[in-house]
């Protein structure tokens, strides 16, 4: 790999759903200030609305593999130091994050990717056994991980 090999990137952003709760988060917030004053509820709906499209777009975390790198969220690993990666289908990442999950894992989960992979960890250093990362394209991640 080079210095500035990009071998996977995704933004984990809601989908049509999260972006439809802003708009309905913002027709409340209008609906409850109309009586007040109109052009206050309008304002107060379209404050609601932006502000709320602008946290969800700034609190999705990335998920990446670049230089070597394996980056989820604010969380990096050297991909020297991962082991096997396996993609997980939605039923498998529900087992993951339910009976099957090692409370010491790493896990960068959002509720619209339901698909992820679970990467182990091989740092002797780390009592962190496994990450379980939230992705739309799984055997995409698998690949950039082992190459």
């Known amino acids: 790999m080079t210095a500035t090999t990009l071998t996977f990137h995704e933004r984990l952003l809601p989908g049509p759903g999260g972006w439809l709760?802003?708009?309905g988060l913002g027709a409340i917030a209008a609906i409850a200030l109309w009586p007040v004053h109109a052009a206050a509820g309008i304002?107060?709906?379209?404050?609601?609305?932006?502000?709320?499209?602008?946290?969800?777009?700034?609190?999705?975390?990335?998920?990446?593999v670049s230089d070597g790198v394996l980056r989820a969220g604010n969380a990096r690993v050297p991909v020297t130091l991962l082991g096997p990666a396996e993609a997980l289908d939605v039923?498998?990442?529900r087992h993951e994050l339910g009976p099957?999950?090692?409370?010491?894992?790493?896990?960068?989960?959002r509720a619209w990717a339901r698909t992820g992979v679970r990467v182990a960890l091989d740092d002797p250093a780390d009592p962190t056994p496994y990450w379980l990362v939230s992705t739309r394209r799984p055997e995409l991640l698998v690949q950039a991980l082992h190459n």
């Open 43 to 64: 304002a107060a709906g379209l404050l609601v609305c932006v502000g709320s499209a602008v946290a969800l777009a700034a609190t999705s975390p990335v998920v990446e």
């Open 21 to 23: 709760g802003t708009v």
């Open 100 to 109: 099957g999950l090692d409370a010491r894992a790493y896990v960068c989960l």
């Open 91 to 93: 039923a498998a990442m």
